[in-house]
């Protein structure tokens, strides 16, 4: 079968590489991909955001099943599309996307169906923000409605510094994501990330990771895509993950049924988990970036094969193998990221990285200048290695990492901290 993947990150470097290890493929076609992609697949530089040249892509290619990797595609429809043109993909629809596309959404949803998450307020008035945090007693976080590419999220200190946000995003902080504040309650304990697939009704759990959002050691500086991560997480025990099926995952898959969008995809559950059980923070409709470069070297099964069933509606057939071994994965970053940073700085010693055991490198940011790679982005290079404990996987990675020449980028040297 030839397979389109949607994306060009490190998330989507990982998939390439497990998707290539898959019986049911054929031929990998990426779009656009990045220069660690072009070196194990086709890459073509179409653009997601033009739904009828993607559509004419598939036609041209003779692509059977697209593999959408990135949010934007998903909130904005790509997949309806292609379902219209008759073409099968992976994913949720554009009404099945909103859990990710807008916070007020799925805070609704959580109310409506019991769901556990905090207190919270929406507005699109910003007199009305200000009256309901005047109301509310301890700390809130100030968030943009909509995707606001992981920055539309203010945690003040104090209802000061909170009407400061909510000013800010009526003012147009974060564009069109901003029109409407979502308002909610501070929330106490240890995050974590949970995973699982479904295809509308049937629900399988993937793996749990951490991810390390700060730019700093010690988690400080400021907010980025995520650092590094981890999988598992040890915060999620057996019996916090079979509480997160069931009263997050579980109920959620069945309240999109209930209403008609059933949820098809990858569900990516952003937990808190405090003194009483998981709380929802947040959901994403995609894998999660970098934390997918940790979970899929441990997945000894098919991801083809549980793709194509999330979207056929045959998951109940499936059944995913994981390894015992743990996985890390750290982030190397342009230098100044994630404020202004220059690209086209060199990069050496890559193959001698990759040739340390248990090693994956996955490229986020990459371009081939001739005979070397050049950065071309913010977050450039994951390092992933898997080992028996989240220390040993910690130790190869940054072995690996060390070999690596590229005097323009940096990373954090802590990926892993809290399981080790
Ligand atoms: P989000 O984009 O919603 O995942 O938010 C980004 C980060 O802000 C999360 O990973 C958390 O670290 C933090 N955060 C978001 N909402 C809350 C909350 N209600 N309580 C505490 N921290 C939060
Ligand atoms: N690592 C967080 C995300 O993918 O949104």
Not at 41 to 64: F, K, P, Q
Not at 86 to 105: N, R, V
Not at 121 to 149: C, H, N, P
Not at 337 to 358: K, N, Q
Request: aromatic share 6%.
């Amino acid at each position: 079968m030839n397979i389109l993947l949607i994306g060009s990150g490190g998330r989507e470097h990982a998939l390439a590489w497990a998707l290539l290890q898959s019986p049911l493929l054929t031929r990998l076609v990426c779009a656009p991909g990045n220069g660690g992609i072009a070196a194990i697949a086709e890459c073509i530089d179409v653009s997601a955001e033009d739904h009828a040249a993607i559509v004419d892509l598939c036609r041209r290619e003779n692509i059977g099943f697209v593999i959408i990797g990135p949010e934007g595609p998903l909130v904005a429809g790509l997949g309806d599309a292609l379902a219209a043109a008759g073409i099968e993909y992976f994913g949720p629809s554009k009404a099945a996307a909103q859990l990710e596309g807008s916070k007020g959404y799925t805070k609704d949803l959580c109310r409506e169906f019991d769901i556990p998450t905090g207190a919270y307020g929406r507005f699109t008035d910003k007199a009305a923000a200000k009256a309901y945090l005047s109301g509310v007693a301890g700390r809130v976080v100030v968030k943009a409605d909509g995707l606001a590419a992981g920055k539309g999220v203010v945690i003040p200190e104090t209802h000061a510094e909170a009407e400061v946000a909510i000013d800010a995003c009526f003012a147009g902080a974060f564009g069109a994501a901003g029109t409407e504040v979502v308002i909610e309650a501070f929330l106490d304990g240890e995050e974590a990330s949970f995973f699982a697939l479904s295809d509308g009704s049937h629900v399988v759990p993937l793996a749990t990771a951490q991810d390390h959002k700060r730019v700093g050691d010690g988690d400080t500086g400021p907010n980025t895509g995520g650092m590094g991560a981890y999988s598992p997480a040890p915060v999620m025990t057996r019996a916090m993950i079979d509480r997160t099926m069931a009263e997050i995952i579980r109920p959620t898959i069945d309240a999109m049924a209930t209403r008609g969008t059933p949820f098809k995809g990858v569900l990516f559950a952003g937990l808190m988990i405090g003194a009483d059980g998981p709380k929802l923070i947040e959901f994403n409709v995609r894998f999660g970036d970098p934390e997918t470069q940790a979970l899929l070297p441990r997945l000894k099964s098919d991801l083809l094969a549980a793709l194509l069933a999330s979207a056929r509606g045959t998951l109940a057939a499936v059944e995913l193998a994981w390894s015992d071994d743990a996985a890390l994965c750290v982030v190397m970053a342009a230098n100044g990221y994630p404020g202004t940073f220059v690209r086209g700085s060199e990069i050496r010693g890559l193959d001698a990285a990759a040739a340390c055991p248990g090693v994956q490198i996955f490229h986020a940011g990459t371009q081939k200048n001739g005979d070397h790679f050049v950065a071309n982005g913010g977050r450039v290079l994951n390092i992933a290695a898997r080992g028996a404990t989240v220390a040993a996987a910690q130790q190869r990675a940054y072995a690996a990492l060390d070999k690596v020449d590229w005097p323009g980028g940096f990373s954090r040297r802590d990926i892993g901290w809290r399981a080790v």
